[in-house]
């Protein structure tokens, strides 16, 4: 079970505000994003949240991929993402793709500023 696994919790995001409250834009750009960056997206659930007092709702998006998974959570109201990639490496080494794929995923909502961390999974056999 050999994998990596990549967090990033993003700050003061500057995008386009839909980008953290449109659920299925959000779900299909990273579809394609999954795609670029050479993985391969078997499912998907995105999911929109209802606003509270006159803010807007954020969204769950998630892709499973044929090497794990990537999740997305919004929060609007704090213009914060957190962001989720992880791959396991049966039959190759798939990391350099869940590192471009995070590259993008930061860049999608551009961050004043991130905590990332990387995880390594498994006892790498």
Known sequence: MHGLHLT???YQCRCEAAWMTDAQRLGDWCVQAVKDAGLQPVNQLFHAFPGVADKPGGVTATVLLAESHICLHTWPEQLAVTADVYVCNFGGDHSAR???L???LVARFQPEWTE??????GDGQ
């Open 8 to 10: 990033a919790d993003l």
């Open 98 to 100: 869940a590192r471009d």
């Open 102 to 104: 995070m590259d993008a």
């Open 116 to 121: 990332q961390r990387s995880l390594d999974r």
